[in-house]
């Protein structure tokens, strides 16, 4: 099935693709009760940038891509990137299977970059959630054997649970790990900690 302009841009297992048909497959049968049965497969047909027409992602069906954006808005919004990127870091788990958000989502980071490089050579490019201009996070902020810790948790954007020897440390690293993100997002979001702990109260206000 061939599909016309403006072309969706879907995501499959790390493949980003223009989806510019549809490969549908039947397969028919009677059941034991006699009854007539048809099962059908799609499969999406891609165009790689500066590659040929007419990929079929065969080990991929419809139902299992994500559908990124589309000729008319060129953006994925950012929520969506991140998630994108937690499932990746998921895939390269020992037991990819195992629904561990938490544990991929401290890994996210080390796919943003790759991820965004093959969004970029489609121009494909990032916008808010919802038109939100700014995400709040939720920052834990305590003290440990090794020193002080920082937890970040509801957070749509991004994730970490860091250790540092000393606050100043501490709060070097949490500024850096909030820049980083805004600006695989093109700073198209800012984000804000919103302290969940005595010691982040003020502490977070001076990041």
């Known amino acids: 099935m061939k599909l016309e302009a403006p072309f969706d841009y879907i995501y499959c297992n790390g493949e980003v693709g223009k989806h510019i048909a549809t490969y549908i497959v039947g397969e028919s049968r009677i059941g034991e009760d006699g009854k007539y049965e048809l099962e059908t497969h799609s499969h999406p047909i891609v165009q790689y940038k500066d590659g040929a027409k007419g990929v079929v992602w065969n080990r991929a069906e419809l139902t299992d891509c994500e559908v990124l954006c589309n000729e008319e808005d060129m953006r994925v919004d950012v929520r969506r990137f991140f998630t994108l990127c937690v499932h990746l870091a998921r895939l390269k788990e020992d037991d990819p299977q195992k629904d561990d ?73 949490m500024t850096g790990e909030r820049e980083f993100w805004e600006r695989i997002f093109d700073h198209v979001v800012k984000v804000r900690y919103t302290p969940e702990s005595s ?3 003020d502490f977070v206000e001076n990041l």
């Open 101 to 173: 958000y938490t544990q991929a989502a401290m890994h996210a980071a080390d796919e943003a970059e790759p991820l965004k490089e093959k969004l970029r050579r489609y121009g494909i490019g990032f916008k808010p959630y919802e038109g939100r201009s700014e995400e709040e996070c939720a920052v834990f902020v305590g003290s440990c054997r090794e020193g002080y810790y920082a937890d970040v948790y509801d957070c749509p954007v991004f994730y970490y649970d860091i250790v540092e020897p000393t606050l100043e440390e501490l709060a070097k690293r």
């Open 199 to 201: 010691l982040a109260e």
